[in-house]
């Protein structure tokens, strides 16, 4: 049953299940013809990401969709659970006519590590450099925890860039 109403659904909505031992990277399956996703190990390999993000963007938009969708996949990669062995982090692009949406999911935050809340701070000192990569290309971008109000678990990065 489709969801009923003008609210659209979130980017990184919930995508049908993922089949199990399907080696990295794998595609996820979306009902929706303007979504799609992947699933990238713990292997900091991005060429498989912008090999995906080129096939699923328009061309006027891949290079800055893959830019934003690398820095936030090398920011999961080095501050959380993605990074380790059997880490894994989720990319989602939600493709319309004038925005593409780039949601990023890592994996939590390492087992009794500071959790490093998402902001820009300076360049060079900032805790998240790649965000100052993001801020530039995108014309918004959002921060929030999967377990809502716990501040911990899985956090998705969503930012949009124009499709133009």
């Known amino acids: 049953m489709k969801p009923t109403g003008t609210a659209a659904p979130k980017p990184d909505a919930d ?3 993922e089949p199990a031992g399907v080696p990295y990277p794998h595609r996820i399956a979306f009902s929706e013809p303007h979504r799609h996703g992947i699933v990238l190990g713990h ?13 699923m963007t328009p061309r ?18 080095k501050h959380t659970r993605s990074g380790d062995p059997g880490g894994t982090v989720r990319v989602v692009l939600d493709i319309d006519p004038f925005l ?5 999911t890592d994996g939590g935050p ?53 499709n133009s």
Do not use: C, F, M
Request: aromatic share 8%; glycine share 6%; proline share 12%.
């Open 60 to 77: 006027r938009a891949a290079k800055p969709v893959s830019l934003v969708a690398e820095a936030l996949t090398s920011n999961a990669h």
């Open 15 to 17: 995508p049908e299940p």
């Open 110 to 162: 390492r087992p009794d590590s500071v959790i490093p809340y998402p902001r820009l701070g300076g360049p060079r000192l900032a805790p998240l450099p790649g965000l100052h990569l993001v801020d530039q290309l995108a014309v918004y971008w959002e921060w929030d925890w999967a377990i809502p109000g716990a501040g911990s678990g899985p956090l998705t990065i969503r930012a949009k860039v124009e």
């Open 100 to 104: 593409i949406t780039i949601a990023v």
């Open 43 to 55: 292997e900091r390999d991005y060429n498989a990401l912008a090999k995906w993000v080129r096939a």
